[in-house]
């Protein structure tokens, strides 16, 4: 379900109150949809707004039950991660990336494909104001690249990416 964007704050509040008692890791994303190929479709169209509603459809269905998706700004969405540190972030945003920005839409005889950029930010229990506009940045960053790229803003304890296979890496020790 796609959240509206009073609703999607409140989530916000929510998470990071939690990710603080919890200390435990919060990731946002925010995908901003910068351009689209096929079709004759604009803005505003019925055909666009469907493929639009479609390309959503398809981002919740990457999502897991208890994170959060809504709209914050034209074609501008904020996903809200629970337990995902900036490492699982970014493996989403790729995701997003191939698997659903990656495919053509195709609705009312038309097939059209988006563009998008990703930001990233992550909390570290800071306030979901500093997050939001961290994320905001890195999204206009994104866009300063150009399409389909990916920029990450993580809060000072998750820079070290060491720590995010040091788990998989005892995994397999164990096995072995």
Same mark, same amino acid.
């Given at each position: 379900?796609? +959240?509206?964007?009073?609703?999607?704050?409140?989530?916000?509040?929510?998470?990071?109150?939690?990710?603080?008692?919890?200390?435990?890791?919060?990731?946002?994303?925010?995908?901003?949809?910068? &351009?689209? %190929?096929? #079709?004759?479709?604009?803005? #505003?169209?019925?055909?666009? =707004?469907?493929?639009?509603? %479609?390309?959503?459809?398809?981002?919740? +269905? +990457?999502?897991? !039950?208890?994170?959060?998706?809504?709209?914050?700004?034209?074609?501008?969405?904020?996903?809200?991660?629970?337990? !995902? /540190?900036?490492? /699982?972030?970014?493996? +989403?945003? =790729?995701?997003?990336?191939?698997?659903?920005?990656?495919?053509?839409?195709?609705? !009312? #005889?038309?097939?059209?494909?988006? /563009? &998008?950029?990703?930001?990233?930010?992550?909390?570290?229990?800071?306030?979901?104001?500093?997050?939001?506009?961290?994320?905001?940045?890195?999204?206009?960053?994104?866009?300063? %690249?150009?399409?389909?790229?990916?920029? !990450?803003?993580?809060?000072? %304890?998750?820079?070290?990416? &060491?720590?995010?296979?040091?788990?998989?890496?005892?995994? =397999? &020790?164990?096995?072995?």
């Amino acid at each position: 379900m796609v +959240l509206s964007r009073e609703e999607l704050v409140t989530a916000l509040f929510r998470e990071t109150d939690r990710a603080q008692r919890m200390k435990m890791p919060l990731a946002l994303i925010k995908v901003g949809i910068v &351009a689209w %190929e096929g #079709g004759r479709s604009e803005p #505003g169209d019925a055909a666009f =707004e469907e493929a639009l509603r %479609e390309t959503v459809g398809r981002i919740t +269905l +990457l999502l897991r !039950c208890y994170d959060s998706v809504g709209q914050m700004a034209d074609r501008e969405f904020l996903l809200v991660l629970p337990g !995902c /540190n900036v490492f /699982n972030a970014r493996t +989403l945003a =790729e995701r997003l990336r191939d698997e659903v920005f990656g495919a053509t839409v195709a609705d !009312c #005889g038309e097939e059209m494909r988006f /563009n &998008a950029c990703y930001g990233i930010a992550t909390s570290g229990g800071r306030s979901p104001f500093v997050v939001l506009r961290e994320v905001d940045s890195a999204l206009l960053g994104a866009r300063a %690249e150009g399409a389909n790229s990916i920029q !990450c803003i993580a809060a000072r %304890e998750e820079k070290d990416s &060491a720590l995010f296979f040091m788990p998989v890496l005892q995994d =397999e &020790a164990i096995r072995w």
